[in-house]
C-alpha cells in the first residue's frame, strides 16, 4: 500500500506541475499533509497552488521550488482539506446591513465566527435572506474575506412560531402543499441554495408543532427538481418519523427528547440516504438536563455513524454564542474516530453536496486548505487548532 501511495503522488505531481502552465503562485512546504480522512500522511511535504487549485502535492524532497513563488513554511503543521460548517446563522447585529458595513468589519466578524476555525464553506441554515445574499456577494467579489456561503432559508409548522424567536419576528408557516409550493419556489428564485424545515417547533411549555407531512413533502419535491437539499429540524420523534416519510436530505440536529433512533428510523434512514448534523455543542447550553441531552446525542451520533449514515459536521453558531469548535469536536470525538470527524468537516460534506472539487487535498481541487497546529491523529481537538485558513489559494485567515 506505500509503494502504490507514493506511485499515486509522484503522478499527482507530474500531473500538477504539467497542469499549471502559469507557474504556481503558493507553496505550502514541510507540513505533515493529510490527502484525505482515511489517507496515509505524506510527511515533511509540499502543496502547490496555481489560479486558486492545487497544482501539485508531494514529498518537499522530491520537488524543486518554483521561482516567483509565494513560500510559506508549515514545518511542524499540518495541513488537510478545507473545512465545512453545514449548520450556521447568520444572524445578530454583527451581521446587519451586510450591504453596507464596513468590509474590514465584515472580515473581522468572520475570522471570530468561521474563519478562524478553519471554515472554508457554510451552509446558512436560517437568517434574513436579503441580508445573507448580499454577505455571499461581497464574499465572492473578494471584497470581504470569508468562506463559500450555501444559503438555505427557513420555512415552519402552522402555527409553529419557535419559542426562541421574538413574537414580533414575522415566519413563514406555509399551511398548505400549494403554500409551500410557491414559497420555496420564490426562495429559489431569489438565489437559495437549499431549505430548512421545521418539521418539529419548540414552544416551551406548550407541545411541540410538528409540519404536516404533506406540507412537507411539497417542499421536498420543489427542491428534488431542482436538484436542491432540504434540510429538517426535528423536535421529537414524531419530527424524525417527518423527515424520514417525505425523503428530507439532512437532519439539522439530534434529538435528545427521544432518547435513540428507533430500528425503523435507522433502517429508513439507512435506505434515503438520510445525513446527520449532530450540533452536540447545543445541547450544552440547555439550562435544564444539559447532561443527559450531550449523553443522548452522543448516543444517537454513535448509532447512527454505525448504522452507516453519513455525518456533517455542524454547530449552530449563529444561533449559540460559542464560536470556539474545540468541544463539538470533543464531544464528537466520543462518538467517531478522529478520522470520521475530519471525514464529517471535508470528504463527508463535498461528496454529500456533489462539490466534486473540495474534500480533498489532490492535484486539481480547489486549494481550499487548513493549517493546523497539531495532529488531528493525536487528538481530536487538533482540528481546532488552525493557523491558517485558505480558500481558492487566498489566505482569510492566519493566525497572528
Not at 35 to 47: F, K
Not at 266 to 295: H, K, Q
Request: hydrophobic letters at 45%; a negative charge; charged letters at 15%.
Amino acid at each position: 500500500m506505500g509503494r502504490l501511495l507514493s506511485i499515486i503522488w509522484v503522478f499527482a505531481l507530474l500531473a500538477g506541475q504539467a497542469h499549471a502552465s502559469d507557474g504556481p503562485s503558493m507553496m505550502l512546504t514541510g507540513a505533515t499533509v493529510y490527502a484525505s480522512p482515511t489517507a496515509s500522511p505524506i510527511a515533511d511535504a509540499l502543496v502547490l497552488i496555481s489560479g486558486g487549485m492545487i497544482t501539485a502535492v508531494g514529498k518537499r524532497s522530491d520537488v524543486q521550488v518554483p521561482i516567483d513563488t509565494q513560500v510559506i513554511d508549515c514545518t511542524g503543521k499540518t495541513v488537510v482539506a478545507g473545512f465545512w460548517n453545514s449548520h450556521v446563522h447568520f444572524t445578530g447585529p454583527q451581521w446587519l446591513r451586510a450591504d453596507s458595513a464596513p468590509a474590514g468589519q465584515l472580515t473581522l466578524r468572520m475570522q471570530e465566527m468561521l474563519t478562524r476555525w478553519g471554515f472554508t464553506t457554510v451552509w446558512d441554515l436560517g437568517s434574513v435572506p436579503q441580508n445573507s445574499l448580499s454577505l455571499r456577494a461581497r464574499v465572492e467579489s473578494g471584497e470581504v474575506a470569508g468562506p463559500k456561503i450555501l444559503l438555505a432559508p427557513n420555512f415552519f409548522p402552522k402555527g409553529g412560531h419557535p419559542i426562541y424567536v421574538p413574537a414580533d419576528v414575522e415566519v413563514p408557516e406555509p399551511g398548505t402543499p400549494g403554500e409551500m409550493t410557491n414559497l420555496v419556489s420564490e426562495a429559489f428564485g431569489m438565489g437559495s441554495d437549499g431549505v430548512k424545515l421545521f418539521t418539529g417547533s419548540f414552544r416551551g411549555p406548550k407541545p411541540v408543532v410538528n409540519m404536516d407531512p404533506a406540507v412537507a413533502k411539497a417542499a421536498v419535491d420543489v427542491a428534488h427538481a431542482r436538484g436542491r437539499p432540504v434540510f429538517a429540524h426535528p423536535q421529537n420523534k414524531a419530527g424524525v418519523d417527518i423527515v424520514l416519510a417525505t425523503h428530507v436530505d439532512v437532519m439539522a440536529h439530534t434529538v435528545p427528547a427521544q432518547h435513540n433512533y428507533s430500528e425503523e428510523q435507522l433502517s429508513l434512514a439507512r435506505a434515503e440516504g438520510t445525513a446527520l448534523i449532530p450540533t452536540l455543542t447545543l445541547w450544552t447550553t440547555a439550562p435544564l438536563l444539559a447532561s443527559s441531552m450531550v449523553d443522548a446525542g452522543v448516543l444517537q451520533l454513535k448509532t447512527f455513524s454505525d448504522n452507516g449514515g453519513t455525518i456533517l459536521f455542524g454547530t449552530d453558531v449563529g444561533f449559540t454564542k460559542i464560536v470556539d469548535t474545540t468541544l463539538e469536536l470533543e464531544l464528537m470525538g466520543r462518538a467517531l474516530s478522529a478520522s470520521q470527524v475530519l471525514a464529517a468537516l471535508t470528504t463527508n460534506p463535498a461528496g454529500f453536496f456533489h462539490a466534486a472539487r473540495k474534500g480533498r487535498v489532490e492535484v486539481g481541487m480547489d486549494a481550499d486548505l487548513v493549517v493546523l497546529d497539531g495532529d488531528p491523529a493525536a487528538d481530536v481537538r487538533n482540528l481546532a487548532k488552525v493557523g491558517m485558513t485558505i480558500r481558492a489559494g487566498r489566505i482569510i485567515y492566519q493566525k497572528p
